[in-house]
């Protein structure tokens, strides 16, 4: 620990900041969002679309059968370079029941 640098110990700092500042992306995006619509006097969740995208298939309707989690490497790598061989079975997702959203609860209040 004696041999660290300066600039290592600053290459560390700015890879951590970057680091943080990706993961919480996300975060900050859905705030603003959500500050907009509500100054614009639109429903904080759905932006007055009256829907939400499905959280299990993200609003395809359908998510991959079999593997980890629904993932398979190897044949999500071929399927990415149009290999007619490597086809992934789709089936219905059961949460939506296939339709791949649901009715926003803030405005199904309404």
């Not at 620990?1 to 700092?13: F, K, P, Q, R, Y």
């Not at 992306?25 to 995208?53: H, I, Y």
């Not at 029941?97 to 009715?103: D, N, T």
């Amino acid at each position: 620990m004696d041999n660290i640098t300066a600039s290592e110990v600053a290459g560390l700092g700015v890879g951590a900041l970057l680091l943080s500042a990706t993961l919480a992306a996300t975060k900050v995006d859905a705030f603003f969002s959500s500050s907009q619509r509500s100054s614009l006097e639109m429903c904080k969740r759905c932006g007055n679309l009256r829907r939400l995208a499905c959280s299990n298939c993200k609003g395809t309707g359908s998510i991959r059968e079999g593997g980890i989690l629904g993932i398979k490497p190897v044949e999500g790598f071929f399927e990415t370079f149009g290999d007619s061989e490597s086809k992934v079975k789709q089936i219905a997702c059961v949460k939506c029941q296939a339709k791949g959203y649901f009715s926003c609860p803030n405005c199904s209040q309404l």
